[in-house]
Structures are given as C-alpha cells and as structure tokens.
C-alpha cells in the first residue's frame, strides 16, 4: 500500500495515495458540506492501491483556510485546480459529493482539459433547477442548526451501525462551525449554474441519487441528466444522502464501473 502524502495549496489542504502514472488520469474526490477530506477513507481503501487518489478539504472545511466570501466560486475552482497540480495529475476523474458538486460542475465547466469524468451523487450540482432548490428548501426545515450533517445519514443506518454514525459525526466536527449567511450565498442566482450552460460540458457524467435522500430525492433530480451532453442517473436502492459512507461497496462499484477504474 501507497503511504498518504498530504500538503497544503495556497492554503487548502490535501492528502493524495497510490502512484500517478503518466497517461492514466488522477482520482479527484471533493466532499460535502456535513464533511471533510478525512470521509473518503473508504474510498482510498479500495481504489488507492491500483490508482493515483487525491481528497481535499474545501475552504472554510477541515484543516483548509476560511473561505473568502466575496471570491467564493473563484476560490472553489481555483482550490480544485491549484490541488490537482500540487498533487501531480495532469487530468482527473472527479467525483463529487453534495457541496462539492458545486465545484464539480464548474471545473467541468472551466477547465475542460481537467475533467475526463465527472461523478455528482447526492448534489444539485449548483444548477438553477427549480424542483431541486424546492426540496432543498424543505429539507432545511429538517436540518436545524447542523445544517446538512443533520439528515446525512439514514436513521436505519444509524440504529444498525451506531459506531459509523458516531464516526461520522465524529469527523464532521472536525469543520469549524457553518456560516449561514455564506451557505445561503450558494443559492443566489449570480452563484447558480443555469441548466442550459451544462451542455457545454464535454466530459461524460453520472448522477447518483440515494432512494430516500431526504435533501435531493431523485425526483428533485431526475430533470438535470438532459441537460448536459452526455449524462445518466442511478438510483441506489436504500441509500439516504451518503451512500459513499452507507454503502461504500455498492457505490464503490458503481464509480468503477463508469470511471473504469479496478477495484
């Protein structure tokens, strides 16, 4: 097994494993905002040792510096770039969780020449799509002062695996605390993506939406995969909001198959 390597770009701080191999794209994955870099643990388990994996903590997360209010999407992107090229890949398959997928979409976006795939589970992506703010709206109603961390895991999984829930809670305390009128901010229609800009995304993309997610069910999804060019959308049987964390086999799996990595 690859050691971690970790480092800090221009503030954001990163932790990388396995080998970078010229011609083969890194694994970039970006989490969310009930989260940190440390929640990709079983992730780099399972792909570290065939490929090159990266995980970093987005400003104002984690060991990562504050986010710059009045640069937020600037500092988004440039945070994805400027990691990427500190951890030596020269081209990625992004994998995006939630929050993430708000720089997911956009280095999509920006940096075509970056993003070979790109993975959205559990996210809005930043799109302006009317049913997915609604149920965001809805489910701020449930989250209460915790914010997304509150409903990320299911109750079932929870009672079954109550050390894991710890775990998790454990590792989203790790976050300083939450600014609300920062995270309104991701709503604003000068920060949304309108979905008719997503057809300019060349890479190819999948949609994962967990059955009962309460935040982003997949009807409050289901119209987003038209938009872009090249795009479909699983749904994973039981899953809530953090099927990477819940079910980390089948969603392992799923990311293989469409980034054809080995596991």
């Not at 990163?14 to 929640?39: D, K, M, P, T, Y």
Request: proline share 8%; charged share 15%.
């Amino acid at each position: 097994m690859h050691e971690i390597m970790e480092g800090i770009a221009k503030g954001i701080r990163w932790s990388a494993q396995g080998q970078a191999r010229e011609g083969e794209a890194s694994v970039l994955f970006i989490h969310g905002a009930g989260a940190n870099r440390a929640v990709w643990w079983q992730q780099f388990a399972s792909f570290a040792p065939a490929h090159h994996v990266i995980a970093y903590d987005l400003a104002g997360f984690g060991e990562s510096d504050a986010v710059d209010a009045e640069r937020l999407i600037e500092q988004a992107l440039e945070a994805a770039v400027d990691v990427l090229a500190a951890a030596g890949a020269t081209r990625a398959k992004v994998v995006c969780q939630s929050l993430g997928g708000w720089t997911g979409v956009r280095l999509a976006l920006a940096r075509p020449d970056l993003v070979e795939r790109l993975v959205l589970c559990c996210t809005l992506g930043g799109v302006a799509h009317p049913p997915g703010l609604a149920s965001f709206a809805e489910a701020r109603k449930l989250m209460g002062t915790r914010g997304p961390a509150a409903l990320g895991l299911t109750e079932e999984f929870a009672r079954a695996n109550p050390l894991m829930a710890a775990l998790y809670r454990q590792l989203g305390a790790f976050n300083p605390p939450a600014d609300p009128a920062l995270a309104a901010r991701l709503f604003t229609p000068e920060v949304l993506v309108p979905p008719e800009a997503l057809g300019a995304i060349t890479a190819p993309v999948l949609m994962i939406a967990g059955e009962h997610d309460p935040i982003w069910p997949p009807a409050a999804l289901a119209g987003i995969p038209p938009c872009f060019s090249d795009a479909r959308m699983v749904i994973l049987p039981g899953a809530g909001h953090s099927p990477y964390f819940e079910q980390p086999d089948e969603f392992n799996r799923l990311i293989a198959d469409f980034l054809d990595l080995t596991l």
